[in-house]
């Protein structure tokens, strides 16, 4: 487990603290409609950080191709009709460029700034000519708003607990997921990016915003400087 991450509750547990069970529960919502709206039909997408296939599965029953990375053996096992790469994404060098990348679940808010800097890195040196790289961000109250629960139409509810700063800008989030039948938590590390902190952050990585996809500006299409 890295320092500073934790997860409880049935099965295994990943070094970040997600539970593979829980995320093999979680539904996609609207992500894959968000996403196959910015991208163009069929296009081949490079998936970073793809967990257990949660947005991999929607996103190839619409007609894309793609090649999921992720650092756990375990998630990857859950993923069908994709390739699969393991490892961790911020050291990924495929030698190869893809129509689109995607760097989702809130990684660009991660608590190490090398780590960050590594992640979009990785999604510049595989993004093709002409390609895009879409990345998914916390909302603007996203540490402020707690406690707060959303119950999910399924059945299962989800609290963000607290987010409490642990030093360099970064907190420490609390969440737990609560089915009728099991009860999984999570503490990670995230750093708040402002919008004028993400956008310096892809500037550093050769990237710059094309377009905010959502309103609320927590979906972003990412093109290559230059």
Not at 31 to 48: K, M, N, Q, S, Y
Not at 152 to 169: I, K, L, N, Q, Y
Request: glycine share 12%; aromatic share 6%; proline share 6%.
């Amino acid at each position: 487990m890295r320092e500073g991450y934790e997860g409880t509750g049935p099965g295994a547990i990943t070094p970040d603290g997600c539970a593979v069970e829980l995320y093999a529960r979680l539904p996609a919502r609207d992500e894959p409609d968000i996403i196959a709206a910015a991208v163009p039909a069929g296009a081949h997408i490079l998936e970073l950080g793809c967990g257990v296939g949660r947005m991999t599965h929607p996103l190839l029953e619409r007609g894309f191709t793609v090649t999921a990375v992720d650092e756990s053996p375990q998630m990857l096992e859950r993923v069908r009709g994709a390739r699969t790469i393991c490892g961790p994404v911020e050291a990924l060098d495929l030698g190869e460029t893809f129509d689109v990348v995607m760097l989702a679940s809130f990684l660009v808010h991660a608590g190490d700034v090398e780590v960050r800097r590594g992640l979009l890195r990785a999604c510049a040196r595989h993004v093709g000519e002409g390609g895009c790289v879409l990345i998914q961000r916390e909302g603007a109250d996203y540490h402020t708003d707690l406690p707060r629960e959303r119950v999910d139409p399924s059945g299962f509810t989800v609290r963000m607990v607290s987010a409490e700063p642990v030093g360099d800008g970064v907190n420490s989030v609390r969440a737990e997921y609560e089915f009728p039948d099991a009860v999984w938590t999570q503490t990670f590390l995230a750093r708040p990016l402002t919008k004028e902190q993400f956008e310096e952050a892809l500037g550093e990585a050769g990237l710059r915003v094309d377009k905010y996809l959502t309103e609320d500006g927590t979906w972003v299409r990412a093109v290559r400087v230059g």
